[in-house]
């Protein structure tokens, strides 16, 4: 069964960085593309980015050049870098990957933006 489980979150002031990580597990990560979501309170969850299993990316409008995703397949580990954080990239973080025709979603990770 796949798992995923995110951290790195935290509290920055605007302008500043946070490194999101992914735990797969379950099954080999090389076999699944992965997305990050986000919500803030109050709105709907949105795509934040996605990588494939080929390593291709896709970004938000609203990120703007600021984050990249990566992925580690020897680690079974995928990573959002974001850079030049703005208060409203405030909210939770998720990661998720298709499974068996449905989706599976990690627990999420905070972050809030102050400043």
């Known amino acids: 069964q796949v798992q995923l489980m995110e951290s790195g979150g935290g509290s920055v002031q605007a302008g500043g960085s946070l490194r999101l990580s992914c735990q797969f597990s379950?099954?080999?990560?090389?076999?699944?593309?992965m997305r990050w979501y986000r919500q803030a309170p109050g709105r709907k969850r949105e795509m934040v980015a996605a990588i494939t299993t080929g390593g291709s990316s896709d970004y938000a409008d609203f990120v703007e050049g600021r984050f990249t995703v990566s992925r580690d397949n020897a680690k079974d580990m995928v990573y959002l870098q974001m850079n030049n954080l703005k208060f409203e990239d405030g909210g939770v973080y998720y990661c998720?990957?298709?499974?068996?025709?449905?989706?599976?979603w990690g627990q999420g990770t905070q972050v809030t933006v102050s400043g």
């Open positions: 379950g099954i080999p990560l090389r076999l699944n593309g």
């Open positions: 998720a990957t298709g499974y068996k025709g449905g989706w599976i």
